[in-house]
């Protein structure tokens, strides 16, 4: 916000923030020494700007300077008015606008005049009749009058809505919102209202007037002087007509020819679940390929699209892994199983008591994984006194540790480590932890 502007009729600013209550103007003093105005910019040459306030929440808070009230503004939080965060974005505006003036001193530049001692003060000149900008004179005159101050404050509004779509040369609903004309619904995505950005407000007016007639909306009353749509849709009906014929284009090029299939006649897809430290990975093999890769969930849809139409076939132990693995792509999870999620697991240990799997789920090597035939025991070291604790730990069969990954729940429980599966006792979350050395304190004597 150090940029330097202009700010027009500081002294109603400063009567504006004098109008706000003691409590609300205290809140907004302690909001404006903490920076929570984090962005500031102006949005009609001195005449309206748009704040962001961090509150509870960001805060859009719109400043503008009306005709006939004087400086006000409004703010996205639920008081709408005279709240905290319009003060404290009040503030930082009239702190811009000194610090701007003495840029300006020190360059010779305010262009300020200096009354000699005993002068005359000259009253402020008269605030206009109509809100600056060519499209509300074009307004006023279709009128033939002045503009209500209702009409003023929209027309300052669409200016600045003007002004904020110029710079990102789009539009969205929320736009529609700040101006009070709804679209219905919400959202942040840019609407297609025009083949390119108005070049003037009256052609942007058009276009929102002609999308909110689109949507069954009325316009304001006052508008319907200058809203003569035939301007703008002979360019429209070209517009839309080309895209429509871009999107067929796109949607005929991407047809597959009539009885095309993914594989050739009698080829096979396989698929095969790859272990790692922390989660297992679902990969697959295109027939005739000796190398298979990780699926991604674009692919995984288009493979099942094909498996779906028959215009691919899995071999005997791919289609028992799809069957597992096909749920979650439906419901949207990842076909990563990671050992933190207690859903993944279950999965797993599914998985490896199918032993027709044993050759599909593998190590990162690709081998298939050991199944040593000795379970798991929990080894325990007595306490040798009152003053030391029993140690609990799972240990194979030659008393060491394994290097344990996660355990998996069912009957029988198994656990996962590198390169290999054993059995081993029930698990007891709760009170053994399977991967560490569990240490519990003797009974009192």
């Known amino acids: 916000m150090s940029e330097p502007f202009e700010l027009q009729d500081p002294d109603d600013a400063h009567e504006f923030m004098d109008s706000f209550d003691a409590n609300t103007r205290r809140k907004g003093e302690a909001y404006f020494r903490e920076g929570r105005v984090t962005s500031l910019r102006p949005e009609a040459g001195g005449t309206a700007f748009l704040a962001a306030v961090q509150g509870s929440q960001l805060y859009e808070v719109d400043l503008f300077l009306d005709p006939i009230e004087g400086w006000t503004g409004s703010c996205s939080c639920p008081l709408e008015f005279d709240c905290k965060h319009v003060y404290a974005a009040m503030k930082s505006l009239l702190a811009e606008h000194s610090v701007a003036s003495v840029r300006g001193l020190s360059a010779g530049a305010t262009g300020k005049i200096v009354k000699a001692p005993g002068s005359i003060a000259q009253p402020k000149p008269p605030k206009p009749a109509v809100a600056p900008g060519e499209f509300a004179q074009t307004v006023a005159e279709a009128l033939g009058r002045p503009l209500r101050p209702e009409e003023t404050k929209l027309l300052l509004k669409l200016h600045a809505v003007y002004s904020r779509c110029g710079q990102k040369r789009s539009i969205t609903k929320w736009d529609f919102e700040d101006l009070g004309l709804s679209l219905g619904g919400y959202g942040w995505d840019a609407l297609h209202i025009w083949p390119s950005f108005p070049g003037n407000e009256h052609e942007f007016w058009l276009y929102l007037a002609n999308a909110l007639m689109e949507h069954q909306r009325s316009i304001p009353e006052f508008l319907k002087p200058v809203t003569d749509l035939n301007i703008i849709q002979d360019g429209l009906r070209r517009w839309r007509r080309g895209l429509e014929i871009e999107q067929w284009k796109q949607t005929l090029n991407n047809l597959a020819p009539a009885g ?169 979350d709760s009170v053994l932890d399977p991967a560490r050395e569990n240490v519990i304190p003797p009974p009192p004597p």
């Open 260 to 428: 095309a299939g993914t594989v050739a006649p009698g080829g096979e897809f396989d698929l095969r679940v790859v272990l790692n430290e922390a989660a297992a990975s679902l990969q697959w093999k295109p027939a005739g390929s000796e190398v298979y890769e990780e699926l991604k969930a674009t692919k995984a849809r288009q493979l099942a699209d094909d498996h779906r139409e028959g215009r691919l076939t899995f071999s005997s132990e791919a289609e028992l892994l799809w069957q597992l693995f096909q749920q979650r792509l439906f419901y949207g999870r990842s076909l990563q199983l990671n050992y933190h999620d207690s859903e993944a697991r279950e999965m797993l240990g599914r998985m490896l008591r199918l032993r027709l799997l044993d050759s599909r789920i593998v190590d990162a090597q690709g081998r298939p994984l050991a199944r040593p035939g000795q379970p798991l025991r929990w080894e325990v070291a007595a306490a040798a006194s009152e003053n030391e604790d029993y140690r609990f730990r799972l240990a194979q069969a030659d008393g060491a540790p394994p290097p344990l990954w996660c355990a998996l729940p069912g009957h029988p429980p198994l656990y996962l480590a590198a390169g290999a599966v054993f059995t081993g006792p029930p698990l007891h």
